[in-house]
């Protein structure tokens, strides 16, 4: 059993360097820095971005939802999904960000899927990241101190939560209030080709700009 958990931890951080090498998004933290070698469990951490153009970009998604969804100003957060390289209008791109709000709650510590890879905070909006493409490879684990210390931090974010049992409080509750958004957000797509600008598209790959 120790020897699978090295390996897995081994496997994370080969995946996570490669990543880091495509992606534009340059950070401090996450996998690679913050592995938790604690008994093979990962920690949810707090990274900074070092893209321009990434940030610009979540930005201008946060103003404009808010401009439209006073829900939006007080609740919710945005979700980047990376995803892995393909071809988009015939352009070879290293890297896919699907990008978008969301209201969704953590309440269930026993689905590690549903917990950010690592988070940070934009225009005073949680941004969290998603290595969708990484974690269909390895069922992710966190641990559950990282885990109680993330949903603490983005309580305030969430709609308000009814509690049905004293006893068991995240077991028996619900969110009366909640919503949960599935469609809408953009995409980014980072070309191979490093003489060629990102490019933004709506998540039907309609270009934007």
């Known amino acids: 059993m120790k020897l699978l958990k090295s390996l897995l931890i081994l496997i994370i951080l080969f995946i996570d360097t490669s990543f880091a090498q495509n992606s534009p998004i340059l950070i401090k933290g996450g996998y690679k820095d913050s592995v938790a070698i604690n008994n093979g469990l990962i920690s949810i951490d707090r990274i900074e971005i070092n ?8 930005i201008k998604i946060i103003n ?5 969804d006073t829900i939006f100003r007080t609740k919710g957060y945005i979700r980047v999904n990376i995803l892995g390289g393909g071809v988009f209008n ?6 896919r960000y699907h990008i978008n709000s969301n209201y969704r709650n953590f309440d269930n510590y026993d689905n590690d899927l549903i917990y950010p890879n690592y988070y940070t905070i934009l225009e005073n909006k949680p941004i969290l990241f998603f290595h969708n493409y990484l974690d269909e490879i390895i069922m992710k684990k966190f641990s559950m101190q990282s885990k109680i210390k993330f949903k603490n931090f983005i309580e305030t974010y969430l709609f308000p939560k009814v ?4 006893v068991d409080e995240d077991k028996f509750s619900f969110r009366p209030s909640e919503l949960v958004q599935i ?4 995409m980014i797509f980072i070309p191979v ?3 060629i600008c990102p490019i933004v598209s709506d998540v039907y ?5």
């Open 51 to 58: 893209d321009g153009f990434i940030s610009n970009a979540i």
């Open 64 to 68: 404009a939802k808010i401009d439209k």
């Open 90 to 95: 015939g352009i070879e791109v290293s890297s």
């Open 163 to 166: 509690n049905l049992n004293k």
């Open 183 to 186: 469609h809408g957000g953009i």
């Open 193 to 195: 080709d490093k003489n």
């Open 205 to 209: 790959n309609t270009p934007q700009y």
